[in-house]
């Protein structure tokens, strides 16, 4: 009965703080890549972090465009969600050494990496098959704007086949590919160093 509690806690602290996460950096990224905030989807963004990003830049100033308070708070959720993983899973946090919190800061860094990948992989994806069935869909602004800085960069290398531009097709798997050989068996294996 315990382990059962304690694997839906698990799970619930998991999908909330990476939900979290999420909210976070779709909102730096909305604003990096200049992203309408008139829009439905980027209102909601901005009230579910507002709680948390107000007090943030009072603290933490931006610097240029990028707004460097939200991007630390996504962080820091994905810090805190590590954390509780490990406490959780009965690992001796307050007794670890200080090699196994630079172990922890680094699979954070790893979690956000793979997060914003994943943001611009499945933004790409909606994209394009979204391109074939209605183009003209309220969510294609915000899709244009978060997907057009990465795409427009390869276009210029990546030459039109025919009349298919298949630079959506290579991000897609040039991304699958850094997550599932690179990132997560990084992560992976910073974590059984603990």
Same mark, same amino acid.
């Given at each position: 009965? +315990?382990? $059962? =509690?304690?694997?839906?806690?698990? *799970? %619930? ?6 939900? !979290?996460?999420?909210?976070? @950096? ?43 308070? +939200?991007? $630390? =708070?996504?962080?820091?959720?994905? *810090? %805190? ?6 406490? !959780?899973?009965?690992?001796? @946090?307050?007794?670890?050494g200080s090699s196994v919190w630079l172990t922890l800061v680094a699979i954070a860094l790893i979690g956000v990496i793979s997060l914003s ?78």
């Amino acid at each position: 009965m +315990t382990t $059962l =509690l304690n694997n839906s806690l698990i *799970f %619930l602290i998991k999908t909330l703080l990476d939900l !979290l996460t999420l909210a976070f @950096l779709l909102r730096f990224y909305f604003q990096l890549t200049k992203v309408p905030f008139q829009n439905q989807v980027a209102q909601l963004i901005v009230t579910l972090t507002n709680f948390a990003v107000k007090p943030a830049r009072k603290v933490i100033p931006s610097f240029g465009k990028l707004d460097i308070s +939200t991007l $630390l =708070l996504a962080f820091i959720t994905q *810090f %805190l969600l590590i954390v509780c993983m490990q406490w !959780l899973r009965g690992f001796p @946090l307050l007794i670890a050494g200080s090699s196994v919190w630079l172990t922890l800061v680094a699979i954070a860094l790893i979690g956000v990496i793979s997060l914003s990948l994943t943001i611009f992989l499945y933004a790409v994806l909606i994209q394009a098959v979204l391109s074939w069935i209605n183009p003209h869909t309220p969510i294609a602004p915000i899709l244009n704007n978060l997907t057009n800085p990465i795409l427009h960069t390869m276009r210029r290398f990546i030459p039109l086949a025919g009349n298919f531009d298949l630079t959506p097709l290579i991000f897609i798997i040039t991304a699958q590919l850094l997550l599932t050989t690179i990132l997560i068996p990084l992560e992976n294996n910073l974590l059984l160093t603990l």
